[in-house]
């Protein structure tokens, strides 16, 4: 049963354009995640919010930037994108940081950039 | 630098055949080792872990075993079903509480 929730499912944009991803988590974890998976499956996380807090902030080009409101929700948002963010961007929570044992991942958005 | 390598990158068994997939670390400070599968189009899901306590953890088909020393871990898959037909990912938890992935293996289970 899918407890954390992406949109859009896939997005195709052009070089330079600016978007949006959504992510909620029903579980009540405190912890949220970005990975992006690229062409080679490659799972780097991008970021960790803790309870609305950053706690990590992987070396990624200033024109990514998430966003958290509340710790149920955290989006990711890419200024001017270039064609190497071309990558499935996955969204995880786990109860907490201290003891991030499981994540769960959300269904993944899927970035095409022309 | 890679500090979870995994190999083979891909694995072609038959049906009821053990699959062995190998994973080693380089920090030894990592305190926690999951294993997730990814099936196509899906996402990435947990599939069995392990503490470095232990040196063996079963569930089923699927054992995890662990050798400290040489840095080392391995997920054997017994009586392979096409149904595990997926890419397995090696995981590794440091001090910082980051999980770190190694790139995957891809087993193929032929029927």
């Known amino acids: 049963e899918t407890a954390v929730f992406q949109t859009p499912n896939y997005h195709v944009t052009q070089v330079g354009n600016e978007v949006s991803f959504n992510c909620k988590q029903t579980?009540?974890?405190?912890?949220m995640y970005w990975y992006k998976q690229d062409s080679k499956k490659l799972l780097k996380i991008m970021f960790s919010y803790n309870n609305k807090q950053l706690i990590v902030n992987e070396t990624v080009p200033r024109r990514f930037s998430p966003q958290s409101s509340d710790k149920a929700h955290l989006n990711l948002r890419i200024k001017s994108v270039e064609p190497e963010d071309s990558a499935v961007y996955l969204c995880?929570?786990?109860?907490?940081?201290?003891?991030?044992?499981?994540?769960?991942f959300g269904s993944g958005t899927r970035l095409t950039v022309l | 630098q890679q500090q979870v390598r995994q190999s083979p990158q891909s694995l072609t068994v038959w049906e009821g055949e053990t699959a062995i997939l190998n994973c080693s670390y380089e920090d030894s400070t990592f305190d926690y080792f999951p294993w997730y599968w990814q099936f196509p189009r899906e996402s990435p899901a947990l599939l069995i872990a392990?503490?470095?306590?232990?040196n063996k953890k079963e569930d089923g088909r699927f054992t995890i075993f662990f050798n400290k020393r040489e840095k080392k871990l391995s997920l054997h898959i017994t009586d392979s079903q096409p149904g595990d037909s997926a890419t397995y990912f090696c995981?590794?938890?440091?001090?910082?509480?980051?999980?770190?992935f190694g790139l995957g293996t891809t087993l193929q289970v032929q029927p």
């Open positions: 995981a590794a938890r440091g001090n910082t509480g980051k999980l770190i």
């Open positions: 392990i503490r470095p306590v232990s």
């Open positions: 579980l009540g974890h405190d912890t």
């Open positions: 995880a929570s786990s109860p907490d940081w201290g003891t991030a044992e499981t994540l769960y």
